[in-house]
């Protein structure tokens, strides 16, 4: 089965083919980085504008690329949410038009449920049940991922996500707009040298709050007579180590807790190095599985969804070609 996926939930139109046999068959993607970064965030209108301008093209890419021909697709499978509604509306419309146009289904995806999936792209695939690590932008989650469809959250932010905690430090140290990898970069020549805090680490609970770390990294900031490059090195790699720290404790306690031996890590925050090294070598010392997906598709990618759509084509209850997207859509209300 052939399954074409759609992805434009914020910033980026992603756009692949994945088949049920043969694996992922290629993917193309549109980052908007430049578009939005003179404005330190994403403007809404301009993402459903861009997504609009590049959607067709890159799928005719695609089926160029791959040798593929429309009447060749089994299904297409779309993010419907949650993310920016008229960023998700592009590619629903487009999504439900193909899937009209050509009579296949259509597959509506949880934006989140492609980033959990996005390990099985890889050669070595987990299994489930397993623990996942979620850490994106607007998420930081812990979940019980039981199969397709049951999803236990156990850990949510209370506040920041991790991926927010690292973009807003970044431009706090003058890094840019999104400047989560350049922050990451920057830790790498540094030290961290100041105490900063590692909010919830020993609660009792699994959830996480990182506005007080990034408001601790204000006032280091304040603090500083120079804004050396070098203090800024520093500071970035403190806040990593914090960060980080406060992350892998909850997780491996997760996992103590529900008796797991899988943890995958996805989103955005799960390239990040010093995170994929540490639980790496705890995986060793603790005697568990740790499953990344590859680099490219941590971020918002359309492979991932193509990989949920595909998985989720004999759960999907849809039958006609009315839909409608989900800005705010919680994992488990699937």
């Keep these: 089965m052939l399954v074409l996926g759609i992805e434009t939930s914020c910033d980026e139109t992603g756009i692949a083919l994945y088949d049920d046999n043969r694996g992922l068959l290629g993917h193309t993607l549109h980052s908007q980085i430049e578009l ?11 993402a459903s504008r861009d997504h609009i301008r ?22 297409v499978a779309y993010t419907a949410g949650p993310g920016l509604s008229g960023a998700l509306l592009v590619g ?28 099985m792209l890889e050669d070595d695939k987990p299994e489930f049940p397993f623990l996942a690590l979620l850490v994106s932008g607007g998420h930081t989650q812990i979940i019980h991922v039981k199969n397709i469809g049951q999803y236990d959250i156990i850990g949510d932010t209370l506040d920041d ?4 905690a690292f973009d807003k430090t970044a431009q706090l140290l003058g890094l840019g707009y999104p400047g989560g990898a350049a922050l990451s970069k920057l830790a790498e020549s540094g030290s961290p040298i100041f105490n900063l805090p590692k909010p919830m680490m020993h609660s009792k609970d699994f959830d996480f709050s990182f506005s007080g770390l990034k408001t601790a990294v204000l006032t280091l ?5 120079q804004l050396t490059d070098q203090i800024k090195a520093n500071i970035a790699a403190s806040f990593q180590e914090s960060i980080t720290e406060v992350l892998i404790h909850k997780t491996i306690k997760a996992m103590n807790h529900l008796n797991l031996d899988k943890i995958v890590v996805s989103g955005g925050v799960g390239a990040n190095i010093q995170l994929r090294d540490k639980l790496t070598a705890s995986s060793k010392k603790n005697n568990y599985r740790v499953f ?5 598709f941590c971020t918002d990618n359309g492979a991932m969804i193509a990989l949920a759509g595909s998985l989720r084509f004999k759960l999907s209850k849809k039958t006609d070609y009315r839909f409608s997207v989900m800005p705010r859509w919680r994992l488990n209300e699937i």
């Design 161 to 164: 996500a991790a991926g927010e």
């Design 221 to 225: 900031v304040k603090k500083q007579t």
């Design 54 to 75: 590049f959607i067709i093209p890159l799928i005719q890419q695609l089926l160029i690329q791959t040798g593929i021909a429309r009447h060749q697709i089994d299904a």
């Design 36 to 46: 939005h970064k003179d404005y330190g965030g994403v403007v809404p209108e301009l």
């Design 92 to 119: 629903s419309s487009v999504a439900e038009a193909l899937s009209c146009a050509l009579g296949i289904p259509s597959i509506p995806i949880h934006h989140l449920e492609g980033h959990l999936l996005a390990p």
């Design 292 to 296: 990344f997906p590859s680099l490219e």
